[in-house]
């Protein structure tokens, strides 16, 4: 069966990665990236152990996220692999789109035999600049676990500003979460 996109969504390319909406055959791919604990413990909602049919139920609800206007969710792929020329590596979005307030939060994950290779710094300022330059928005915004500095330096790195810790913010698997809060705004774009 041909591999088409499950929703309209435009495609970003940055230098080494290709950024694009996810397709009807992806969730084959999302499963071994994300059936990682070490990847999970630091999202919201990722579930562990993470079954192969999350993957699909995950993909089927994009198309009314995208719908309703709410959601912009990219695959990430590798476009520089000669031998693997469309390696998904993980997953960036726009999460809570609000027109009223003219803001979103960013949320991405890797997966971790591909960290460490600035893959996510990159995913992130593409995502970044379509929001604040194609979507104009006012404000993006991200959180992360206290615990996850790694994500704090990829905020950093891509122009975004400390703004605070919500104290005992998100309860991950039973235990309450600092979260640090970083955001970026058109006027200190
Ligand atoms: C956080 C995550 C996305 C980072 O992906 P990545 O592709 O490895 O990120 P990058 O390579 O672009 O940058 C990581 C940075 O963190 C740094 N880092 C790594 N471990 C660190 C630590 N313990 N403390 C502080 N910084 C750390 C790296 O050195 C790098 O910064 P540098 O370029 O200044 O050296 C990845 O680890 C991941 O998917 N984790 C699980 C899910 C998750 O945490 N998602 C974000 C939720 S807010």
Not at 78 to 89: E, G, K, S, W
Not at 110 to 124: D, K
Not at 156 to 180: S, T
């Amino acid at each position: 069966m041909e591999s088409t996109p499950l929703y309209t969504l435009s495609a970003l390319q940055t230098e080494r990665l290709s950024l694009r909406a996810f397709m009807t055959d992806d969730a084959a791919k999302i499963h071994p990236l994300a059936n990682d604990r070490e990847v999970a413990q630091n999202l919201a909602s990722l579930p562990h152990p993470y079954l192969p049919e999350m993957a699909l139920e995950w993909l089927e609800k994009l198309p009314a996220l995208h719908g309703a206007g709410t959601h912009r969710v990219w695959a990430i792929t590798l476009n520089t692999a000669p031998l693997h020329p469309t390696t998904l590596i993980g997953a960036i979005g726009l999460h809570d789109i609000s027109i009223e307030h003219s803001n979103a939060e960013l949320g991405y994950w890797i997966g971790r035999e591909f960290w460490g290779r600035g893959y996510a710094t990159e995913a992130a300022r593409a995502a970044v600049q379509y929001a604040l330059e194609e979507m104009t928005l006012e404000r993006v915004y991200a959180k992360h676990f206290a615990r996850n500095p790694q994500s704090g330096r990829v905020l950093e790195k891509i122009g975004m500003q400390y703004e605070g810790v919500l104290r005992r913010h998100f309860c991950k698997w039973g235990e309450f979460q600092d979260c640090v809060l970083y955001g970026i705004v058109q006027s200190a774009a």
